[in-house]
């Protein structure tokens, strides 16, 4: 699997080349459409949200003292990472920045519908801090099978990623299969041997670049500079069936009748997405 980054490119040689055989892809323009791009910076968001609030490690920080310890983290004293901000409740009025959010790309998302607004199913959309050193230590599958979005508005992030059909080599936590147990940046051989047969493939993403990650995809992070990222996930009629399965897993920790009742839910709110997508309904 080789990472492209393409500029311009139709929705059709998207869904062929990359939606369908499940490749990731990086789009080197697609989000000129924002009016993010140039404006979200740690001295923006020091001016105009200081007193916004996220929590990380079960200790809250203020906007102002987010991007003050990623601009002053470092490889051997990161920040915590990643400090994240829901922006629909968090900073809604960040949204008009950001239109429209699937950048005529990440189409149909079926998590948009009304049908999947009560609850939470993945359906954030999120601003992503982080600064130098800060990384997901575990290599992991995003929730769901749902595919990612992530657009670097300011910043340089390191991503890896891994072709399907390698998770043997990853080994998923036991009880927590969308987590692996390898540490990536310091991987124990002796407790893990077959990840010497896994092929990570890492990439830069910069300014203005767009990320595609497709479900079933096994990936990382780890933030260059201090970053500043917008995050989102997807789900349409080639992830449905994964969506489902995962619903239940995911849900039986509640109990087994509120996952039965929650599985059975998101499958008949999936067959109405579909109906939907037919019938043109627009979300």
Not at 17 to 45: C, E, M, R, Y
């Amino acid at each position: 699997m080789e990472i492209v980054r393409k500029t311009d490119i139709s929705y059709d040689d998207f869904v062929q080349n990359h939606l369908i055989p499940g490749i990731p892809l990086v789009f080197t323009n697609t989000s000129k459409l924002w009016k993010a791009n140039g404006v979200f910076t740690p001295d923006w968001f020091r001016t105009n949200y200081a007193d916004r609030t996220t929590a990380i490690n079960n200790k809250e920080y203020t906007m102002k003292e987010v991007m003050d310890l990623v601009e002053s983290s470092s490889v051997d004293n990161p920040a915590p990472y990643p400090f994240l901000f829901n922006i629909p409740s968090d900073i809604p009025e960040l949204l008009p920045y950001i239109e429209p959010v699937h950048l005529n790309y990440a189409q149909p998302n079926w998590i948009d519908s009304r049908l999947f607004k009560r609850g939470y199913w993945g359906n954030a959309v999120e601003l992503f801090v982080g600064g130098p050193g800060g990384k997901f230590p575990y290599i992991h599958l995003d929730y769901y099978h749902l595919s990612a979005w992530v657009t670097q508005i300011y910043g340089e992030k390191r991503f890896t990623v891994f072709p399907r059909g390698q998770e043997h080599l990853l080994y998923p936590t036991p009880g927590n299969s969308w987590k692996s147990d390898v540490n990536l940046f310091e991987p124990d051989y002796e407790k893990h041997p077959l990840f010497k047969q896994a092929t990570p493939i890492s990439f830069t993403v910069g300014p203005g670049e767009t990320l595609y990650i497709p479900f079933g995809v096994w990936h990382s992070a780890y933030s260059l500079t201090p970053t500043i990222s917008v995050a989102f996930d997807q789900l349409s009629q080639k992830n449905a069936p994964h969506f489902i399965k995962d619903v239940w897993l995911l849900k039986k920790e509640h109990g087994k009748i509120k996952a039965a009742l929650n599985t059975a839910y998101a499958a008949m709110s999936c067959v109405g997405c579909k109906i939907g997508d037919l019938t043109g309904v627009k979300r």
